[in-house]
């Protein structure tokens, strides 16, 4: 097992030096991205951006956006495809722009995991949304019976996909379903009138995610139990 460091000094404005450290060659998707500011670099509130890239296997970013308080973190690979991962953190509200900063980006089997700023974790920011749709008997034949599964989605929370699942009369929210990162979020065995159409809503924020059917609150979760913290 060989492992990979890689630091870069002076990578780009405002950046004293980043470095990669990658534990094992075998898991490039497992490591620890780090990006030491140099001193006052962000008294101007100027985006200051840290990527690194080798095509075409990795490639990871962490962009500090200083004037909304947020920090975009992007991992994937260089060869053209989407990011596998990705995930917007917030800055302090009272952060103190003067001085020395380190940002270090923790992540696992191609999951960003966390991001923390001179030691300290930030939260990630999810930007709010609702979505809306119609569960149709007819559309979706035997829906709501034994044996038979349906799927909806995807929808975009935190960085990560999430779909709305019925197994029978069971609804359950996942998120990553089907990969090494799949998460049950929720699950309820719902009291339904198969011969009708049901309404699904789902509103989220950065503090919590509500899920109704037609109508009625059946589920509340904070953002925060769930955000890509496991």
Not at 5 to 11: D, E, L, S, T
Not at 128 to 153: A, C, L, M, R, S
Not at 174 to 189: M, P, V
Request: hydrophobic share 35%.
């Amino acid at each position: 097992m060989a492992g990979i460091r890689k630091r870069q000094n002076n990578p780009a404005p405002g950046i004293d030096y980043s470095e990669l450290h990658i534990p094992d060659d075998s898991h490039l998707g497992t490591g620890k991205y780090t990006l030491s500011l140099q001193p006052n670099a962000l008294v101007n509130q100027e985006v200051i951006n840290g990527i690194i890239i080798n095509i075409p296997i990795f490639q990871m970013s962490i962009n500090i956006n200083p004037g909304p308080k947020e920090v975009p973190v992007l991992l994937g690979r260089a060869d053209g495809s989407d990011p596998i991962s990705q995930k917007s953190f917030s800055l302090p509200q009272n952060i103190g722009l003067a001085g020395t900063h380190r940002f270090e980006a923790m992540f696992e089997s191609w999951e960003i995991k966390a991001l923390t700023m001179n030691g300290m974790n930030l939260p990630i920011k999810a930007k709010p949304g609702t979505i809306n749709f119609w569960v149709d008997p007819v559309k979706n034949p035997k829906i709501f019976q034994e044996g038979i599964n349906y799927k909806f989605g995807p929808f975009d929370l935190c960085g990560d996909r999430c779909f709305v699942v019925f197994e029978g009369k069971i609804l359950s929210l996942i998120k990553n379903q089907s990969t090494k990162r799949e998460i049950r979020l929720f699950s309820k065995e719902l009291e339904t009138d198969p011969t009708m159409r049901h309404m699904i809503t789902i509103t989220w924020s950065n503090k919590e995610l509500n899920l109704y059917f037609d109508g009625e609150r059946i589920t509340h979760l904070n953002t925060s139990d769930f955000n890509g913290n496991q």
